[in-house]
């Protein structure tokens, strides 16, 4: 049974370049919500998809910033444009149910550093 | 919005030894999550609450859901290296999302 999987793990990019996190739920998962965690702080919601329908984007900064889930395939978190200011770890989590009340389960993150 | 205010941010103690951290709040909570994470993982929750008043445990691991929906705090009883890692309160906000509290980390002595 593989647990969420996020690839890649670090992802090193430069000011003003794209970057790609990809997030494959548990299998029968059919939620997908992303995190960031800032160095020395607690996770702060992003975005809460479902298959092909982004449900709540409400955390996500209003440019640069964008997340799909396809019918097929990963979830994808794309940054575009990269800042210093995004350096971050990105955090996904799956549910086979919408909603936290079981506390999903988070995969290992992605850490990005933008130099 | 909702923040979780956990405490203390830090703690160093003996291998052996019982810990205690809490987490409040300005706004109720209907669900009160634990998570631990270890560095460059993930975290991995390791007790859920639903009732105030909960008292529920998970091996050494003892959690409680305050009375006034609030608040929570969690003890680890005789504390093992093993033990070491960041230790999240999470709050359940509507219905999708939870709320995290700063962590509070563990080291420990041997």
């Known amino acids: 049974n593989a647990g969420v999987m996020q690839n890649p793990r670090h992802l090193v990019r430069r000011r003003g370049q794209e970057a790609r996190l990809r997030c494959s739920p548990m299998?029968?998962?059919?939620?997908v919500y992303w995190y960031r965690q800032l160095p020395e702080e607690g996770l702060k919601f992003m975005v809460y998809?479902?298959?092909?329908?982004?449900?709540?984007e409400s955390g996500m900064p209003k440019e640069r910033f964008s997340a799909e889930f396809p019918k097929e395939g990963p979830s994808i978190l794309r940054i575009q444009q990269v800042v210093r200011g995004d350096s971050a770890a990105y955090f996904c989590a799956s549910s086979p149910t919408g909603g936290a009340y079981y506390g999903y389960t988070f995969g290992s993150g992605t850490r990005l550093t933008v130099v | 919005g909702q923040q979780l205010n956990q405490s203390p941010q830090s703690m160093f103690i003996q291998e052996g030894e019982d810990v205690s951290m809490n987490c409040t709040s300005s706004?109720?909570?209907?669900?009160w999550l634990w998570y631990k994470q270890d560095p460059g993982e993930g975290p991995v929750l390791l007790i859920a609450l639903y009732k105030a008043g909960e008292l529920t445990s998970n091996g050494r691991l003892t959690a409680q859901f305050g009375i006034t929906r609030k608040d929570s705090f969690l003890n680890i009883s005789a504390s093992i290296p093993s033990d070491v890692g960041i230790y999240f309160c999470a709050g359940q906000q509507g219905a999708q999302k939870l709320v995290f509290g700063q962590g509070t980390r563990l080291t420990i002595n041997p």
């Open positions: 998809l479902q298959k092909e329908n982004i449900i709540d």
């Open positions: 706004s109720i909570f209907n669900t």
């Open positions: 299998k029968g998962h059919s939620h």
